[in-house]
């Protein structure tokens, strides 16, 4: 069978990669389950906490929608551009093709944490600090907790990026990339969460 772990398979055609990836890839699944318990206990706690502004300002004193929106958009488009970079790798399109949608999803990445920085700057400086409040505080743990992980995964690609001209398309560029892609997606979808709990529900 050539599909052999959830996810986009590699195919038969590449060989050693294609192998290697069935156990480092499952591995890596089973690595993003603790992330995943990570953020599911931080919306548990935002949920929780959303109510207790603590007399302080609340989400639609301190939530720009139009600029979260944007940010949706840079970051489910960065995802389907690095889907893209997959596709070009796993059905041989060339090196060129796979850089440049890779630097396509870095552009949309560092995009997207620019302007969550300059939200959380303006939040800030309108009183929104952690400390004022438990419903700040369990967002201040939950949106940079997010971003932290986009800035290390656009390390990652840079680092991917390197191995690629230096050592070209080899079997340990593949199956980083195959874990690169799971995490890009999965940080997608922590973040649909976050739109739709913490913006949207916090402006219901």
Same mark, same amino acid.
Request: glycine letters at 10%.
């Given at each position: ?85 997959? /596709?070009?790798?796993? $059905?041989? @399109? ?6 440049? *949608? +890779? =630097?396509?999803? !870095? ?34 743990? /939950?949106?940079?907790? $997010?971003? @932290? ?6 390390? *990652? +690609? =840079?680092?991917? !990026? ?40 916090? @402006?219901?």
């Amino acid at each position: 069978m050539s599909s052999r772990h959830p996810g986009l398979n590699l195919g038969e055609a590449h060989g050693a990669a294609h192998e290697a990836a069935e156990k480092e890839v499952f591995g890596f699944w089973v690595f993003m389950m603790s992330d995943a318990i990570l953020f599911g206990l931080l919306f548990a706690t935002y949920v929780v906490l959303q109510g207790n502004t603590n007399g302080g300002p609340g989400p639609s004193d301190l939530f720009e929608i139009p600029s979260v929106l944007i940010q949706t958009v840079l970051l489910l488009t960065s995802s389907l551009t690095a889907g893209l970079a997959q /596709l070009a790798m796993k $059905h041989a @399109l060339g090196t060129r093709r796979i850089v440049i *949608w +890779l =630097l396509i999803s !870095l552009a949309l990445a560092l995009s997207f944490i620019a302007l969550e920085v300059r939200d959380l700057l303006t939040m800030i400086s309108k009183g929104g600090i952690p400390e004022a409040s438990g419903f700040l505080s369990a967002f201040f743990a /939950l949106i940079p907790l $997010h971003g @932290l992980h986009v800035v290390a995964a656009c390390l *990652w +690609l =840079l680092a991917l !990026l390197g191995q690629i001209a230096r050592y070209g398309l080899d079997d340990a560029v593949k199956t980083g990339m195959l874990r690169l892609g799971i995490l890009w997606h999965f940080l997608d979808i922590v973040w649909i969460g976050i739109f739709t709990i913490v913006y949207v529900g916090g @402006l219901a």
